[in-house]
């Protein structure tokens, strides 16, 4: 029995359901010492001085930790080499981390914390992309205070502007989006009697955490391991600030020869930790009269707070989908990276894409009513086709669902019985419904933005029981890589999921196999793991071979058995295999690798083949507006997604239901707000609002499979792609229900007022 | 770790005692205000007195003459799950029902949402419009304020540092009678609330229509209020009809003085007085009272 | 101040702790009585995530002090199975692939244990009101919901039977 395809129950489900999970905050050292940090409070300023005597005096703190215990590098490297891990002399954005006081107990290193006294020489900060692009703005980064800036230019978009028949042009604005993973971030280090480190905590680039800890410490990589805990959710919010976290406390536990842990609490968390990118965006759209897109003209900023991070990267993701899955020979692009006294931005499910898309999909709506069309037929109407370019001038020529998901969407949200039925002009009294949608593609993987490291391992090992374990080195943050994966594991030995143990990931077992990210967890893990299988089945087939007297390459390994094609009664068991090889020592391990194809970008004109392979959604959202409050209530989403293969369906249906709402809260009520000193002032969970169950509308998950034979089983990653255009759909919905387009998010009611309003004006 | 003394009393006279010898005590009910304020270091009490086991303070009941006794420790969940409550004032359970979510309201008590006093507190603007009063007491004796005088700012109330709440009483109403309660938050559950508005109608012949109204206003002033100007002009209009709810709406909107915030601008917050005191008195008019 | 000794019930275990009287008993279960199966998400009563049962009834574990548990009666999500059988409500959650991260999942347990505890039937929108004080980041809640729902059918079919 295949066991890709199937709904195999995750292979973790029973420890979480019984509260036996261990993630980093269950587990307990014996001598361990507990790390609070002190932030910053000041956006911006140079640290006068830092006097940590009274925290030194207090019953149970051990010891304050700042940039002068930092054995190795201070500086971190992300991208770029700019981020201080403990403030050096000045502070760029308030939650920056200052110092680590070390408490016996977490009551001590609290009260340690607030017994810290730092003064600081304030300076105005720069608090927005306005401010830092402003000539004579106060200098955060480099020259210009721009991190990274992008460019795309193909065809000739001035003469298309000048034979449109129709011109639009908006700005946008996004607001800002917290992870709010239920468990915030942690770490716990334990240092080794042999001078080496491990640190265990909730992370998704186990080996990024590896690189910065063992720079901060100036230890021999090899000295170093980083082991993966059960993790709390982390939707790109543990990509890069993981590294940070570890680093401090190996900092603490390099210092004090004692294990240390350092949990983040919410309103720490929201302060300091990596957040979605608020964006600016001038967009100018060229069409003839039938609604065709001509060119388009797009200024792009984001908003990437005080250090780089990974904003150089998620700036060109955001770049290379600046007009979703539509044709257009006529671009300029050009993207911006601002730096700004804020917490710095970096990855988060849909990675730049969700700003622009919101922009780019505003502009289809109002394209649709300038020319007299249904919003779904405009894009129906521009939607590339098999065998036609992207904007970076990529032919997609396979798995290309894209027409497939929006008529699927279509049947099933009925909308051609809703559209026409809803909408302003059709209701009485205050309440309207609206019917909305959105189109997209997702350019699966790093991509050419970060090829080098778009590599990944696995180790795969038969015991002589029969039984498999194998380690990647990615990570399962709750998505169910862990589940996929030993599907792909046990389809390939031919034995029952239940034999299959994935170990937690550890940078001692596996080579480095870049992050967990983009989408890509499936497709790398999973090829890398299909390797290993090969090798190890080559191995074991010549012993199979001699024992049912054929040749190794007439063999298939199937349902626990191993027999000759085409005459399967007979056969040995898989056990009886692996105990035969074990007793001979047949090497039943293997290293697993996978290369990703190919991928190309030039830099100058932002032409190439960005991604090795794209995922396709169509959303749309069904609303219920109250016109007098503005109040928004989202009824029912259907997500269609093209994901190559379901490995597991239920999965595939989590991660699409999971990543609307999250969208939802994006587009309709998440927001970080700061008061004038650039500080955070929505710092818990009452004050920055996520979806509650009340607020979940119906979902309908639809899965279309258009499979990509370069991925395992076809499948291609599309983890993040739930999320990205739900909040355009809402969009339109909106512009249904009101008659007025949304430009911002979040859609909250005050604004929605606003548009009505100014609508009606 | 803790900073201050912790005290259980199993008597009121014990409580009491101890809060006439340590006038900066906190009383500690359901805790799901008193241990966050304390955590954040936002109060930084000497002594915690927990009054969970006062029975005295429990209890929800009805005198002969129709007057309801609600004990303070009364949790959120007891009131709103009260048959007595649902079956006479249902808006003030429904009200009951908005605070925070299951766990909190299982938890919280009557007496702590009202002590705590923020203006957006769910159970204020329904207890303001039945005229509640809170009882009062101390080592000396018992008093009784009525809720609209309970406070002196915002968050801050009149009661004496060495006094408890020990219960609220909600007058019997003569004749029929019908209230509502709507609010509005930045999600369907467990936010606190940007405004709220309850309204409520009584017979009196004394009016044109026979009916005497009571409004009162949550999170646009510095406590709950009532919309008094609103409340007059209904009681002196000649009738009920769509016209004169729309415009007393309006007119509440003199009573109301919202700020900014970090829930919503004051603008919004006036629209929403506006929207909400519109459909609470159409949730009074257009559906039957109750005797 | 001064450590008190308190004694309640742990999952029909009876168990005393001596701790500050402030200390949440969040804390006292994960760190004196080692059951870190109730998880901290937030600490300010927002998220969920520490829901326990407090006779019969759901609360947040972080807003109850040590100091007020004499005598009282708790269960957390290491109280729900019965030995290796896991209730219903676990293995609706599993069937129906309710579980993501899992960090929000023991209490979501809790608050849907004590929903079907006192109702045996309910409809959508009361199981929205039970659990709309455990926020859940990964799922949608629409798997979740579903298995609520199928766990009370089982529940009830297993009753009549």
Redesign the interface.
Known sequence: MPSVGVNEIKVDAIEKVTGKSKYVDDLHFSGQLHCKVVFSRVARGKIESIDTSEALRIDGVVDVITVDDVPGNNMTHIIYDDYPLFADGEVKFAGQIVAVVLGETPESADMGRDAVSITYEEEKPVLTIQEGIAPGAPLIYSGDNIFKRYRIVKGDFKKAFEEADIIIENEYYTGYQEHAYIETQGMMAVPGHDGSMIVYGAMQCPFYVHDMVSKVLNLPASKVRIVQTVTGGAFGGKEDVPSLVASVAAVAAYKTGRPCKLMLHRNEDIISTSKRHPAWMKYRTAADKEGNILGIDVDFYMDAGAYATLSPVVLWRGTVHALGPYRCENVRVRTYAVATNKVPCGAFRGFGSPQIIFASEAQMDILAEKVGKDPFEIRKQNALNLGEETITGQKLNQSFGLHKVMDEAFEKSGWAEKRPMWGFEHGEGDIRKGIGVSSIFYGVGLGAGGKNMAKAGAFVQIYGDGSLSFAVGTTDMGQGMRTVLSQIASDEMGIPIEEIYCQSTDTSRIPDSGPTVASRATTMSGNAIIDACTQIKERMAVMAARILEAKPDELEFEDGKVFVRRIPDIFILFKDLAKRCAMEKVHMTAQGWFDTPFVSYNEENGQGWAYFVYAYACNVAEITIDLKTGEITVDRITAAHDVGKAINPQLVEGQIEGGSLQGMGYGVMEDILHDEKGRIVNTGLSTYIIPSIIDAPEMVPIIVEEEFPEGPYGAKGFGEQPLMGVAPAIACAVAHATGAHPDRTPMIPERILEWIEKKGG | MAKFTYHAPVTMSECLGMLRDNPGAKLLAGGTDLMVKIRDKLIQPDVVIDIKSLDELKGISMDDEGNIRIGALETHTEISESKLILKKYPFFAQACRWVGSMQIRNRGTIGGNICNGSPAGETLPSLYILNAKVHLRNDSGKRVLPISDFYCGPQKTCAYKDEIVTSIHIPAIKGKYKGAYRRQGRRNAVSIAMTTAAAMWREDDSTPTGKRFSIALGSVAPTVIMAKNAEEFLNGAASCSNEILEKAAMVALEDASPINDIRTTSDYRNELVYVLVKRCLKDIICNKGVE | ?DK?EVTFTVNEKKVTVKT?????LLDVL?EDL????????????????C?VLLDS????S????A??M?GREVV???G??NGDK?HPL?EA??????????????GI?I?AK?LLDKNAEPDEKE???????????????????KAVQSSAEKIRESADN
């Open positions: 101040m008190i500050a009287p402030d200390k949440p994960r080692l059951l870190t199966g109730t998880k901290q998400g937030c600490r300010t009563g927002e998220c969920g995530a829901t009834k759901t609360v947040n972080c807003l109850v002090f100091g007020q004499e957390t999500i290491e729900i199975a896991l676990q959650l599993i069937e129906e692939g309710a579980v993501q991260c899992g960090f929000c999942i023991p347990i608050s004590d199981i929205k009101e039970a659990l709309a004080g455990n926020l859940c980041r990964c799922t949608g809640y629409s798997k979740i919901v």
